[in-house]
């Protein structure tokens, strides 16, 4: 039976379901072959820390190379509610923190923003006090805050909570947080970077011990160098931070998006496509690269920021995501999905995050074969995937499905682009460029 498509509504063949909306959705045809290069943008994750970072600083700064994105956007909305002047100028932000004196960061844009809760590390070394409402969870899991809170009151901090809102202050004459030592529980990345950006400004010095060792975490303490702070270690598991009096202005280019990076190399191994990416820190990419090459893919180093997939016939493989350098957590959907498509049985376990294997379902309505047990998922490769209507849940399940429709047989219509907004700049224009065919409607 011929599908029917009228604006804002889809009517799935032979069954009942009628998906009723007015969100735009993603109609890609497949199996297409792609070609050429990709730019890869500013990382997404790195832009939200070191926005949040500049709220340590009383003189302007410049930051460069920041990603056009849907959380980029409501970072801005925040550091503006606290009484940041911010002027931009394509992918360049000058941020002027000098007058923040709002202590509270709104709760209607917290909540849209897990990353905002990051805030509250600057605000309290700033100003001796915040006040920033609890992110609460998400998509793919509980997401709590208590090793930010933990560190921020082993510095001094006097922390409670008190109607969804954290209250943190810093008692005491000069209302400076003292350095502590503080060991993480688990490498979380967003307490290692809250912690140490309040302890830039902590009289004294502060060790994290088990601190997470993302290029995201190094690139944010790169920043805060920038700007004269004093810290050792970042990029390992034991970072030194000496607090200084203040900090002055910098202008500073953020890393390419490795996840990004990655997405599009899986791109280019689903399609069975030799694409090429700049710019990539190739270092940022080895668990994904050795990941790929055990599937069967080559990935070159062209230049320094040039690398180049070249694909292989798919073979399954066992994949576990864990803290950096580990395989990354946000490009487990993006494998899953090429996994789908590869010869014999892969096993998936997701350590990380409790709740991030949604794309699952949305997978096997394209005909994929997975079987899940608690936060394992076995693949069983299957010879194609046909296109169908399916729904993203969470921004790396957007990207799972995007890449499972480039590869599928038909069409396949992808719902919840808000998720793939918040993560990906461009990425439909991108995509077509290497000749992909899709539209979004
Ligand atoms: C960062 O989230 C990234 N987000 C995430 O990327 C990424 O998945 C994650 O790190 C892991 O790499 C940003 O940088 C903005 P965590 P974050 O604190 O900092 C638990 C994407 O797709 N935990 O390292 O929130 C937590 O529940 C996003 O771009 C606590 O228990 O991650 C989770 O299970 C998604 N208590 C684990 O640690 C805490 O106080 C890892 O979380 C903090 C975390």
Known sequence: MEDKTIKGTYIQPNSQSVIESDDPVLEILGPTSLKGEVTISGAKNSALAIMAGTLLCSDECRIRNVPSLVDVGRMKQILASLGVKITEDKDILDINAKEIGQTQAPYDLVSQLRASFFVIGPVLARLGVARVPLPGGCAIGARPVDLHVRGLQAMGAEVHIEHGIVHACVKGSRSRLKGAKIYLDYPSVGATETIMMAATLAEGETI???????????????????????????????????????????????????????????????????????????????????????????????????????????????????????????????????????????????????????????????????????????????????????????????????LAGLAAQGKTVVQGLHHLDRGYENIEDKLRQLGAKLQRV
């Open 208 to 402: 994290i011990e088990n601190a997470a060792q993302e290029p995201e975490v190094e690139d944010l303490a790169n920043f805060c160098r920038s700007m004269g702070a004093k810290i050792r270690g970042a990029g390992t598991n034991t970072i030194i931070v000496s607090g200084v009096e203040r900090l002055h202005s910098t202008d500073y280019p953020i890393i390419p998006d490795r996840i990004e990076a990655g997405t599009f190399l899986v791109a280019g191994a689903i399609t069975q496509s030799p694409i090429s990416l700049y710019p990539v820190i190739p270092e940022h990419l080895t668990p994904v690269i050795a990941k790929l090459e055990e599937i069967g893919c080559q990935v070159i180093l062209e230049e320094s920021k040039r690398v180049r997939i070249v694909p292989g016939a798919l073979r399954a493989t066992d994949i576990e995501t864990l803290p950096y350098p580990g395989f990354p957590t946000d490009m487990q959907a993006q494998f899953m999905a090429l996994l789908t498509l590869s010869e014999g049985n892969s096993m998936i376990s997701e350590t990380v995050f409790e709740n991030r294997l949604r794309h699952v379902a949305e997978l096997q309505r394209m005909g994929a074969d997975i079987k899940v047990k608690g936060n394992v998922a076995v693949v069983k490769g299957v010879p194609f995937l046909s296109g169908a209507p399916v729904m993203a849940t969470d921004l790396r399940a957007s990207a799972a499905l995007v």
